[in-house]
């Protein structure tokens, strides 16, 4: 079974730009988490997406959005960019495991903000 | 607001010791405790815990989880260089059906030979 693609694999925009990551789940899993790896921050929830819907969101600004599309690949956008948001952007898919979730991690996608 | 504390933060062993890595938590609605070992790439699946007591292995990983005090410990015999890494911890709570992990800032092991 093929595991979760992102693309780009890497990625250089100026501040102001904007951006979209995406993401495709492993076949069959229908969850797809989006996270943001700092240094200082470690990895951050952004948001959760499960058959199209939004189901959690971290506390991150209206500038980070996603949305799923119906064969469970997932997009991130990140509008009016910051050199904060300079990161590595990961997306984790996930399938019900009995009460929870088992959840496995794309590459990434490191962005660099200039 | 849910809360993940791992230590130390970081650690330098030499080949063959044994670490214990620690992972503290508060979390509503808990779930499952995770966790996950991270070289220069994305986080790969270890171990999921979600019963007090029961202690999972894998090889010369093992982890145990105490519901009651809410914390997690993670150890490693015969440390090699290879377990070179971050190790990170990371609980699943919620409420009602939604999915969320929270991650501590993770524990960087160097093992020396």
């Known amino acids: 079974k093929a595991g979760v693609t992102q693309t780009p694999r890497y990625l250089i925009k100026t501040r102001g730009q904007q951006v979209t990551l995406s993401c495709s789940p492993i076949?069959?899993?229908?969850?797809v988490s989006w996270y943001q790896q700092t240094p200082g921050q470690g990895l951050q929830f952004l948001f959760e997406?499960?058959?199209?819907?939004?189901?959690n969101k971290g506390n991150f600004p209206g500038r980070f959005s996603g949305r799923q599309f119906s064969n469970s690949r997932s997009e991130m956008n990140v509008s009016t960019l910051e050199l904060g948001d300079s990161a590595l952007y990961l997306c984790?898919?996930?399938?019900?495991?009995?009460?929870?979730?088992?959840?496995?991690f794309g590459p990434g996608t490191r962005l660099t903000v200039t | 607001e849910d809360k993940v504390v791992q230590s130390p933060l970081s650690l330098v062993v030499h080949e063959g010791d044994t670490v214990t890595l620690n992972c503290s938590y508060e979390?509503?609605?808990?779930?499952?405790l995770l966790w996950y070992k991270q070289e220069k790439k994305a986080p790969t699946f270890l171990f999921m815990l979600?019963?007090?007591?029961i202690e999972k292995k894998s090889g010369r990983l093992s982890s145990i989880l105490d519901k009651k005090e809410l914390f997690s410990i993670l150890n490693i015999t015969a440390t090699q260089t290879g377990d070179s890494a971050v190790y990170l911890c990371?609980?699943?709570?919620?409420?009602?059906?939604?999915?969320?992990?929270?991650f501590g800032k993770g524990t960087l092991l160097t093992v020396n030979p």
């Open positions: 984790a898919s996930g399938i019900l495991a009995g009460p929870t979730y088992e959840q496995y």
């Open positions: 076949s069959g899993h229908r969850s």
């Open positions: 997406y499960f058959s199209e819907t939004q189901r």
């Open positions: 979390v509503t609605n808990f779930r499952s």
């Open positions: 979600t019963s007090s007591g």
């Open positions: 990371a609980v699943e709570g919620s409420g009602g059906s939604n999915y969320k992990l929270t």
